[in-house]
């Protein structure tokens, strides 16, 4: 359909907007075709009057480069992507930029997005996972216990990806008590009333690779289906946690 309507336009010789440059340049990504040829159709575009490149298609160029190893060449297109954000989109911008700059391995720009996304009033936990994940591929640890501090205090929606993520770490550098403090902290904190579901079952499968006592956390998701989980449940799940 889209590309009915672009050859509709050459063919009347109807000049084309911003949008419709912006589109056509990510829909030329999209469908893999070489990044020499998404260079070539990016350098006409530019030659438009008052063409300006859209955050959005410049992070899709990014991927594109990043994904031939051009990491230069996809640092610059997101220096490029930051110059178009606009105040309403700054949200989905930065998670973008956060996680290809990640990709590119490049801290430096990293954090310093972080530090602009972290002082927006609509952050939520996506900003907050992308940045402890790369934390993390850096073992960087301290860092990403940090920031996942912050995600507490600020009280953001609960997401099970950072505990299990942050959990892994501690196992994997064998600071189980880390681990298991960071569980239970989780199971008594005030996000257990409005959890979904499917996130506490989550956690529990993590405490239960922490303290392999099947019995206890299958009598515990039991009662949860029922409704019927008392103070006295949270305690044994807490102690088993604490074992």
């Known amino acids: 359909m889209v590309h009915k309507i672009l050859n509709l336009m050459e063919e009347n010789n109807v000049e084309p907007d911003n949008l419709t440059l912006n589109t056509k340049l990510r829909l030329h990504v999209a469908e893999c075709f070489s990044i020499t040829e998404t260079e070539k159709l990016l350098a006409e575009c530019d030659t438009n009057i008052g063409f300006k490149l859209d955050w959005r298609t410049s992070c899709e160029i990014a991927k594109a480069y990043l994904n031939e190893g051009l990491v230069l060449k996809a640092v610059g297109m997101l220096s490029r992507a930051e110059e178009s954000v606009d105040p309403k989109s700054k949200k989905l ?108 079952l989550l956690l529990l499968l993590v405490c239960y690779h922490l303290s392999c006592d099947l019995y206890i956390l299958l009598d515990f998701v039991s009662k949860m289906v029922l409704a019927i989980v008392t103070k006295e449940d949270y305690e044994e799940l807490e102690q088993l946690i604490d074992f």
């Open 93 to 200: 911008a930065y998670e973008s930029l956060l996680m290809l700059y990640g990709n590119a391995g490049k801290a430096e720009d990293v954090y310093r997005i972080w530090d602009m996304y972290k002082n927006l009033p609509d952050k939520n936990s996506e900003g907050y996972r992308l940045v402890i994940s790369f934390s993390l591929k850096l073992g960087d640890i301290v860092t990403a216990d940090k920031i996942r501090k912050e995600w507490v205090k600020g009280y953001n929606k609960f997401d099970v990806r950072i505990v299990s993520m942050m959990a892994s770490a501690y196992c994997e550098r064998g600071l189980t008590t880390n681990a298991k403090g960071l569980m239970r902290s989780m199971m008594i904190q005030k996000y257990i009333s409005d959890m979904p579901i499917r996130h506490f």
